[in-house]
């Protein structure tokens, strides 16, 4: 029997890539394991890319090897610093840490360089058919392609035309890089594929130096033979770019060339993955966001409640296989179960209230103790439950004309009251309109832990809280989004299949009053009702929210053809959820301290929101940005980094000016900032001084000319052979020699300074 413990991020029981990776290492194949997560920043993480996470770092933590976190940032229409950051947050939040922090934009100077290459050698030419044009010659997978009447063009030519495409002579979409393979190919991916594209857009870090962008299959195998990449492990649908992503390694004479290895995305029911498909219920306004609770992100699982443990100890029972096919969102639903059962206490929650007053009940609350824990959930505790004179219980938990097998309150009937006495209706009061307003009832005070005496019958046990003492609180029910099991092959417009019934709000729940003691955090069941917990962004002290992270138990008809869930009985009114004004509920003083945020210093409202709620938080942020007067860039930090970590300011070993410094020290270019996190890791251990740390460890960023020349040196004598295959025209071998040097310096020196240096050596006369 495998032992290996899920939740600390191992890859789990043994599966086919592990077992490649067991027998490299075995036969000398390998003597490391790198892996990577190289996700493209054009959205936030979902649960198949969760899954993804706990298969690379896990593989990476088991075998003791170390995995890349890569932003494959080739896109500039699409990516954003936002989702940098919302994979960032999603990675640490899921129970992992990366070993390198990397980006394909590092590499553009580098690619570009490869790319002249293949045209210099004749393998790769511009183009100037139109995007429909291109299609058109491709073929199809039963009829070969056609060359384009531009494909023999001399390299001459080609060079010129690159290097024109680069200087940004040409309009978007008028010409594009190809590379020369087989337009007769069987695997439509050789059939000259597209290398560069031309785009006058910014990109969110290489500003507007650059006009022309690789397309993801040019950048992706480059960019893990950059980073030396042992195991590049990658969903199936990437299956027949292995070929082309080693025919660019092999051209270029790369070497060692990673392996690529693919695995069965997974396809979830009732659950859409693709993030323009997602984005686009975003900007639509169908979710409120891309952390509203019903979304399959990372971010809206967080939100919703569900742990980092639940979603490893899924990606765990799904498993790593090499055939597609959909798994069954109950499984997704039985590993948050078993997550919560045990970790979940119960108390006692009425969503929909009605009345009740126990006409013979105590005059002062009496003090009913009550077990958090079942008995199949080996932890011990109980917490007071007030009983008293005037209660709340479900209207659902009341029938004036019961139907048959129907076993709560009606009129004449007795029920127990959970953990409390049996009751008795005795009389019904309604309003003019007929509406059932309040029950008055009587209560058996021998009946604690004990049936009726007479022998009647009780007919069931319902939940209740007192009314006085009971919590306000609204109450919002998520269900599945869409309510038909594969919405991307469905008929019609995807919002066709949304579900009416995704979320249910009750704006006048009750909550037993003893959730007021614990920490904002704590996940419970209420009990009959499901788990729930607060949510993080809505809920206060004193206007609690808390969302439903799953039902006790499927409530879905497996068997009805259009998918809908079944409706045993009446709930309210559907209502959709509304992203709330974040300054709503600001105070006057906390209204005036964001005006001066956002205005005068030039915040983001998001981030100033957030600052302005704590005043031990923006006061940090005030002695931060006293010390270095980026105020972008210090509440960033606060806001995406500090914040992470979830240990109070006042509790830090530093304080505000010490992140001031920081930050400093990246704006400098005194720190990367990979190089800066590290030191953030040791000031939240130590307490000591940025600049402190920095000099103590070594870790500036290495800018010195004379002090990297020997290195360099020391490295193109080591390859005797590659500087003469590099001046032979194998250009492509100078990210070879940056990489060495990357690695003697730690990740510490300055890589545009290295790649100059190098090509500076390289180009000078043998």
């Given at each position: 029997m495998d032992t290996r413990d899920v939740t600390t991020g191992g890859a789990g029981p043994s599966n086919f890539i592990r077992d490649i990776i067991e027998e490299d290492l075995k036969a000398g194949r390998r003597r490391s394991v790198v892996t990577r997560f190289p996700p493209e920043p054009n959205g936030y993480a979902h649960i198949g890319h969760a899954q993804s996470i706990w298969l690379n770092f896990g593989l990476a933590r088991e075998f003791g090897g170390r995995c890349h976190l890569r932003f494959d940032d080739t896109n500039p229409e699409t990516e954003d610093v936002e989702y940098v950051e919302a994979f960032r947050r999603d990675?640490?939040?899921?129970?992992?840490?990366?070993?390198?922090?990397?980006?394909?934009?590092?590499?553009?100077?580098?690619?570009?360089?490869?790319?002249?290459?293949?045209?210099?050698?004749?393998?790769?030419?511009?183009?100037?058919?139109?995007?429909?044009?291109?299609?058109?010659?491709?073929?199809?997978?039963?009829?070969?392609?056609?060359?384009?009447?531009?494909?023999?063009?001399?390299?001459?030519?080609?060079?010129?035309?690159?290097?024109?495409?680069?200087?940004?002579?040409?309009?978007?979409?008028?010409?594009?890089?190809?590379?020369?393979?087989?337009?007769?190919?069987?695997?439509?991916?050789m059939r000259d594929p597209l290398m560069y594209r031309i785009r006058h857009a910014e990109h969110y870090r290489r500003g507007d130096a650059w006009c022309i962008y690789p397309f993801y299959d040019w950048a992706h195998g480059q960019s893990d033979a950059i980073e030396g990449i042992t195991h590049s492990i990658c969903t199936l649908e990437f299956e027949n770019n292995r070929e082309l992503y080693n025919w660019f390694l092999d051209h270029l004479g790369i070497r060692p060339r990673p392996h690529q290895y693919e695995f069965a995305r997974l396809n979830l029911d009732y659950v859409v993955m693709s993030k323009r498909k997602l984005l686009r219920l975003v900007k639509e306004g169908h979710v409120a966001g891309w952390d509203d609770p019903r979304m399959p992100t990372v971010a809206a699982m967080r939100r919703r409640g569900i742990t980092p443990e639940a979603i490893r100890a899924f990606a765990q029972i799904v498993g790593v296989t090499r055939v597609n096919s959909r798994v069954d969102l109950g499984l997704f639903e039985y590993a948050l179960r078993d997550d919560l059962n045990h970790r979940a206490p119960r108390v006692m929650a009425v969503l929909d209230p009605l009345k009740v007053v126990l006409t013979n009940g105590p005059e002062t609350p009496e003090t009913l103790d009550a077990d958090y824990w079942p008995h199949d959930v080996p932890k011990e505790g109980t917490r007071p439950v007030p009983f008293s004179r005037t209660l709340y219980i479900e209207r659902d938990d009341f029938r004036e004309e019961p139907p048959a097998r129907y076993k709560r309150l009606a009129p004449g009937r007795s029920v127990r009251l959970r953990h409390g006495y049996v009751v008795t209706c005795d009389e019904v009061v309604k309003d003019g309109d007929g509406r059932v307003v309040e029950l008055r009832c009587s209560y058996d005070p021998g009946t604690l832990d004990a049936n009726p005496a007479d022998g009647r019958k009780v007919w069931g046990v319902i939940h209740w809280v007192s009314a006085a003492e009971s919590l306000p609180a609204e109450v919002r029910l998520y269900d599945r989004l869409f309510r038909v099991p594969n919405p991307d092959a469905a008929k019609g417009d995807?919002?066709?299949?949304?579900?009416?019934?995704?979320?249910?709000?009750?704006?006048?729940?009750?909550?037993?009053?003893?959730?007021?003691?614990?920490?904002?955090?704590?996940?419970?069941?209420?009990?009959?009702?499901?788990?729930?917990?607060?949510?993080?962004?809505?809920?206060?002290?004193?206007?609690?929210?808390?969302?439903?992270?799953?039902?006790?138990?499927?409530?879905?008809?497996?068997?009805?053809?259009?998918?809908?869930?079944?409706?045993?009985?009446?709930?309210?009114?559907?209502?959709?959820?509304?992203?709330?004004?974040?300054?709503?509920?600001?105070?006057p003083d906390q209204r005036e301290r964001l005006m001066r945020y956002t205005k005068d210093l030039d915040l983001q409202l998001d981030e100033a929101v957030v600052l302005v709620r704590s005043p031990a938080?923006?006061?940090?942020?005030?002695?931060?940005?006293?010390?270095?007067?980026?105020?972008?860039?210090?509440?960033?930090?606060?806001?995406?980094?500090?914040?992470?970590?979830?240990?109070?300011?006042?509790?830090?070993?530093?304080?505000?000016?010490?992140?001031?410094?920081?930050?400093?020290?990246?704006?400098?270019?005194?720190?990367?900032?990979?190089?800066?996190?590290?030191?953030?890791?040791?000031?939240?251990?130590?307490?000591?001084?940025?600049?402190?740390?920095?000099?103590?460890?070594?870790?500036?960023?290495?800018?010195?000319?004379?002090?990297?020349a020997p290195m360099i040196d020391d490295v193109l004598a080591a390859y005797p052979d590659k500087v003469a295959q590099y001046r032979g025209g194998k250009t492509g071998l100078l990210g070879f020699f940056i990489g060495q040097i990357m690695r003697q310096t730690q990740g510490t020196a300055d890589p545009k300074l290295v790649g100059a240096l190098v090509r500076e050596r390289l180009d000078a006369s043998g």
């Open positions: 990675i640490r939040w899921l129970g992992f840490k990366w070993d390198g922090e990397f980006y394909a934009s590092d590499y553009f100077e580098q690619l570009y360089e490869w790319a002249v290459q293949l045209i210099r050698d004749g393998k790769a030419y511009v183009d100037d058919l139109s995007e429909e044009e291109i299609r058109a010659y491709r073929g199809t997978v039963t009829e070969p392609g056609r060359p384009s009447p531009y494909r023999d063009r001399t390299p001459e030519e080609n060079l010129d035309l690159f290097e024109r495409m680069k200087n940004g002579e040409f309009p978007d979409g008028a010409r594009v890089l190809r590379a020369k393979i087989d337009m007769a190919s069987p695997n439509m991916k995807l919002t066709d299949h949304l579900n009416p019934d995704s979320i249910q709000v009750y704006p006048h729940a009750r909550v037993e009053p003893s959730v007021a003691r614990d920490p904002a955090d704590t996940r419970y069941q209420f009990e009959r009702l499901g788990y729930f917990w607060r949510d993080p962004e809505d809920s206060a002290e004193d206007a609690l929210v808390f969302n439903r992270i799953i039902s006790l138990r499927d409530t879905w008809a497996k068997a009805a053809g259009d998918g809908a869930p079944p409706k045993a009985e009446p709930t309210p009114a559907p209502q959709r959820i509304e992203r709330r004004d974040p300054t709503e509920d600001l105070t938080l923006a006061n940090f942020f005030e002695d931060a940005y006293a010390a270095h007067p980026n105020a972008q860039g210090v509440a960033n930090w606060i806001v995406h980094e500090l914040l992470a970590v979830k240990t109070p300011v006042e509790a830090l070993p530093f304080g505000g000016g010490a992140l001031g410094r920081l930050v400093a020290l990246i704006d400098d270019g005194t720190l990367t900032s990979r190089l800066a996190k590290e030191v953030f890791e040791v000031m939240l251990e130590t307490g000591d001084d940025p600049r402190a740390i920095v000099e103590r460890r070594g870790l500036e960023v290495l800018d010195d000319r004379d002090a990297l």
